[in-house]
């Protein structure tokens, strides 16, 4: 049984990991779109109006990514904590506090990317 639980912690961290990879990715191009737009009102390419549209959807994109992100590992972690045992244990205790300390902090992460965005780019 141990080593069916080790595999699904593995899998399971494997899984919210790449998800958090993807999301800081998506962020990323996100927040260089910003910044296109912005050149590109320099540049006097567009007019500000419209890159305060722009803008505007590409901070609400950056808010929808970080609440999908939240619900998808929320789902992820509660999916793991379900098959746990239930055991009394301190070690199985020690690991589902440390699952939940490992999501919270990717949380944390992803939540101060976008607060960051949405501070910079307030239209």
Same mark, same amino acid.
């Given at each position: 049984? =141990? %080593?069916? @639980? &080790? ?13 958090? /990879?993807?999301? #800081? ?36 994109? =950056? %808010?929808? @990514? &970080? ?13 793991? /904590?379900?098959? #746990? ?39």
């Amino acid at each position: 049984m =141990a %080593e069916t @639980l &080790q595999e699904l912690i593995k899998n399971n961290l494997e899984q919210i990991r790449l998800l958090y /990879l993807q999301t #800081f990715e998506e962020l990323t191009n996100n927040q260089s779109n910003i910044e296109m737009i912005i050149k590109d009102v320099l540049e006097k390419k567009i007019s500000e109006s419209t890159a305060i549209e722009r803008i505007s959807d590409a901070v609400d994109y =950056a %808010e929808k @990514l &970080q609440k999908g992100f939240s619900e998808k590992m929320r789902a992820n972690l509660n999916n793991l /904590l379900s098959i #746990f045992p239930e055991a009394d244990s301190a070690e199985i205790m020690s690991i589902r506090e440390e699952l939940e300390k490992i999501y919270k902090e990717m949380e944390e992460g992803v939540n101060k990317f976008v607060e960051k965005v949405k501070e910079l780019y307030k239209v």
